[in-house]
Every structure is written in C-alpha cells, then in structure tokens.
C-alpha cells in the first residue's frame, strides 16, 4: 500500500513538471531511490541494480521501470496503474551485452520520445556514467539535459504527513542515543552498543516500528573521534575515550538524525571546552532560525560566537534532510554554510551539525528540525550536552 | 590499522597492474568503495561523497583521493603512506561550482598523467554520470577506457585470511537466521524480528563482533514473499503466512548471505512443494561444484531438476561474493546462470539463491560456500528446508 494518497503523489508530480517546464524537458529519468519513492511510492532495497521512474509531461502517472523480479514489489507500494510497470528481463542483469539502460531507451523510442530534450540525474548515486553512455547510444536523436536535484528541490519543504513520519523518526533517535549514552561504557565492546543501538532503532515504540536509516551508527573513538565515518569494531571502550555518536530514527524512509559525544573519565579539558563552544555556537544558530532567515545569516550566528574562542570550521554546519536511502539521509540541496542562499520557509527539515574535528579529537552535538511560522521545532529529545561518565 | 598484512595489499596491487597492462592503461581511477578498500584497506562510510583511490602503473602505492574530513580515517584504516592521502577541501561538497572529479583531474595533471590512457569504473555504482564528465573536460588529452569489473576480476579468489573472516560471517549468519526462524510467530511484529536479527548480526559471539553487511535483511511476508526485494514493516504475522529471510553475516566488511524461508501453519502445499523442489535442485548443484567445473555446468544441474517437476527459473541461480558495500554484497563479476564459462577454482566463494517467486507466493533457500579442492565447503549452518511452524 502507498505511504501518502494519490492527491499528494499527484501534487508532486505536479510540482516535477512545473520545474521540467522551466528546463524545457519533456522527459525526466530518475533513478535517485529517494526521488522515485517521492514520486510514485515505490520502496523496496532493488536499487542495487538499475530502476527508473519516467515522467513524461503529458501523462498524469509516471512509468517504472525495473528488473522484472522487482515488478511485484512496485505493485505492492507504488500508487501507478499496473500498466505503468514496466518489467526488464532478467538476462539485463550484470550483462556485458545488455545494459538497462538500453531496454529504457527502447521503451522511450516506442512512446515517440527518441527525439525530445530528456533529464537525466547525472550526478545521483546509482546513475552511472555507463547509464548516460548507453542512453545517448541508444537514443542519438536525443538532447539530454543535466537535471541532478530536480526532484530533491521539490522535496525540500515538507506535507503535514511527512513532518509526522519525521516526528516519530525523532522519538527513535531520542531512544536510540540514549541507549548508546547509557551503554557505552569501559570495558564494554563496540560491536555490542552498535547490537543495542540497532536494536532500538529498529523495534521502535508499541506504537510504531523503525526502518532502516539510510546511514549506519558512526560511533568513532578515542583519536578516531578525528575521523568521523569510522563505524564500530569489537574493541572494547577504555579509561579517558571520547566517543562520538551519529545515528538516526527512521520511520517510513524518513529520518531524524542525531549526534552526541561522550567522554569516559578522566576527561581532556580539551573536549569539554570543545563541547562548550559547539553547545553555545549551535544555541545561536537555532535562535537565528525562522522563516524569512537565510540559511548563511544562520550559519553566521555559529561563526560568530566560535571565532570568539579562536575556532574555525570549513565545514558546513548542517543540510536539508528527510525521505532517502542509502548510502546518504541528505538531500543535497541547502546546506547551511556561507553563500547559501535559501530563504527559510515552515517545513523545512535540517539536520544542524557542528561537528569539530580536530588534529587528534573531535566532537559531534547535533539537532534536527523543521522551520515552524516563528522559529524551529526540534524532533529530538536529548539533552544536549557533552555526556560524562 | 590495515587488516591485511602489507604484502598482501601489494600482490593485489600487482594483480591489478598486470591487468592494467593488458588494457593498456597507465593510469586507474576506482571508485567503488569495495574496490578501494581491497587495494589499499581504507574503510568508512565516506562513499556518500566522491572518493577515488588512483593507481599508477609505475608507483607501488595507490593515492587516496577524498574529503578532507576523512582524510583522518584514511590514515588509519588504509596501509599507505601519508603522502598518499590527498584530501580535498570541504567547497567541493554538494556545489555547483566545484566537482570532486575537478580536483582528480588536477591531481592527474600535476602528475604529468594528463595525456594518458586513464581507467574508470564507468558502471560502478559511485562513479556518476557527472563524474565522467568533469573528468573528460578537465583532461581534454586523456584517452578514457572502460575499467568497470577490472579490479573486481581480481577480487574473485580469496586469500586463506578472506576465507577466514567469510567462515566467522558465516557462524554471525547463522546465528542470526536462527534467531529469525525462531522469534517469527504468530502476533509478533516484523520490525521486532528485524531488530533481533540486528543484534545477533551485530553483536556478534563473544570471540568476534558483526560489521554491518551491505544488504539489510530482507523478510517479505505472505504475497509480498512474490517481491525478493522487500524490507520489514510493524505489521503482524498471521496465520497462514510465509515469510522469506535473507540476510548475511559480515566480519571486516566480508558476508556469508543466507535465505530461508519458514510457514506460519496452515501451511499451502503450493509452498511446500516448491520448497522441495528448490533444496533438491540445489543440493544437485553443489554436488557439481568442484575445480574445473564451468558455472554453467552448475547451474545446468539444477536445471535439469527443477524442470523435471515442470518449473522454470529466469533470474540467475547466484553469483560471486565476499567483500563489499552497500547497496550489495555481490561481486557482479561471474554468476551461476546460463552461458556463465567461469571456471572454478579453489575459494571462488559464491552464494546460491534458488529463489523461486511465483505469481502471488515464493521460496528462497540458499547457501554461502567456497569452491575447495575437490568440492565445497559452507559458510553458514543452518537446516537446509523450509521451516514450519
């Protein structure tokens, strides 16, 4: 069963076309797992191999198209008309001879499209330069058209039911750290608080269960606290390790990421300083989010009160996040750093990350949100605070 | 630190050479994280950004390319010296103006590599369409060859320490499957399921603790057992139900997958039936495994059984795995299908998935095994049948 009704679909796809317009494209192919989610409801882990999502301009549904064991799932979750799924065979699977992309090419050539300006997401995960090479040989009438982040732009301001989804993410996350903070501890393996933080995320509340997040638990330690997507091994934590925990809840495919760092004892003054100064940056530069705000006059807010004590970041500060799958819960579009641009508005979802990495040690305390009509409303419920124990 | 020891990073380099030789490459950009982390051990969940590691025929180490925030993690995961990590700055992050491949092309220039023969995984799933492009326009003089599977090839025999972390995924995927058959019951929420087979892939035994594997579990349940591809939801289990499981074990990023597939009672002779012939059409395929035995002659065996009970079976009968990321374990290099002339060699590993989807209902059993001296040796224990309950 599709997630949201047809009218939010349809308003989606409406929103799509509006943007295919003003690239003058009349054919858009997606293959982001995310954006093809959003557009019809499909979800299944089938993005390992080749899939598409075509909207053409003129017709209401779009087209799947994928590989033919996956052809039931699409039925099971997508809203589309069971004529609107299109099954490759499976001798396109890993072939030398024969490439997805060519069946995709085909199917356009038979809906009369071989000659159309086409949009293609040449910079998305699973849109190979192979799938680009194999459309353009297929299709030599066509003009293709750079249209990476499209449909991600479409995503950035989320439906009451999406904020819902990402409420309940937060009620994950909340539970998931608290876990970690309560587990980590010395002696204690890695592997066996990464086992319980998984455990929480995914069994959830009696009310409702977790889905897989689209990141896994990154938990450095020690000087790895410096490298921050190390994920876990079976050491055992020990006497004076910083530990560092980004996780999220995930509801439905949306998400609400989170991170916090805790110090065993005897602790650096280096960190609890760090953490201070990361604590009172990030306070500002949720005082500064409302609508109307631009993402870098937030972003400045945090320079501010960090260059006061002497700190820099070249980082970005935090992004735009909500409906995706791995290997990333970003949507890649407005990142709060100098120079952007994007005028806040309600809705809004960000997860604001002032990590510090320095030489031999960092630390992570995150929040995510969404933009209320007068400021922010967090989805998590951790004290925000560097953890000691 | 590096898991393996450096000499045998280096023959895998070698390896790689002599097939760079062959294509008449100078030069190898790879991208596939799986690829990069066999040739230099570089391990983190960095490849949600551009990453590249570049093998120049004539230096003995590789030079990893990447984010300057994971620049830390590369020092101390991968075997190669310092002065072989080059990070590049936060700006090439989800911009506009600055692509990672920029920064490669200048890296390629500076080393006088500008006009050679250069190799690119062009069908790998990190390397984009975008990532082709800025690489063609920033080295206008460079001849590009298609490298996609290169590095790959010379994955598909193990060494005995690969064999060894396999073996331990393979007593994690045990456990865990039979932590699944035995909290599927009647009333029982997916998503609680789910979060028990984390914990047992996660937190290991007390010898060895779980890596993530590159493939979630995947549990359809009742009709949607006809979509392989499905997660969990919070539904409940109910009478009558069949519920496919597949999932893997994974030590140091290598998996041992397995499915089963177990019947909540009353059971449908349809289901049962099936399930026969899918155990003795394998167990006919892993008697004609051996060296010197072409996979299809493997695939040819169970075949013949299969179709002496009037079925068929389009998709392959399995393929080659070991080490990986998500979004999959395999290797996509040989498969146990048809026309596959692959010839066996000791500790090829490979997993055989029978999976067999029907209309409206399905079965998977299958095995993880390496190819030994005279036969095959399994990964995984667990009752090769379908479970009823």
Redesign the interface.
Known sequence: MPLFSTYEYLQRLEKTKESMEMLGIDVLLITDPANMNYLSGY??????VHQTLVVLLEEEQPYWIGR???A??A???AFIDTSHIVPY???H??SDAR?PMDFVASFLKDKQKGNRRIG?E????????????RLESGLPDATFV?A?LLVNRVRIVKSEQEIAYMRQAGVLVSQAMRVAMDSIAVGV????V???I???????TPQ?????PA??P?MPRG??T?????????DRYREGDAVIVELAGCVRRYHSPLARTLVLSPTSPNVTDLAKVVVEGMESALAAVKPGVRLEEVEQAWRKVIERYGFQK???LG?SMGLNY???W?E?TA?IRRGDQTVLVPNMTFHMIP?M?LDDFGVEISESFRVTENGYELFADVERQLFIK
């Open positions: 979800d299944g882990w089938s993005f390992y033919a064991q996956d039931n799932g039925k099971h979750t065979p499976e001798d699977i890993h490439h293609i040449k910079d998305a995960y699973y849109f190979t330069a192979k799938c680009a090479e750079d990476t393996r890695e592997c066996d990464a086992a319980k998984y455990h929480a995320q995914i069994s959830g409702f269960g977790g889905d897989y990141i896994v990154l000087e790895m410096s490298a921050p997507h190390i994920t876990w091994s079976d070249e980082s970005r992004y791995p290997p990333d970003g890649h990142s990590g990495w």
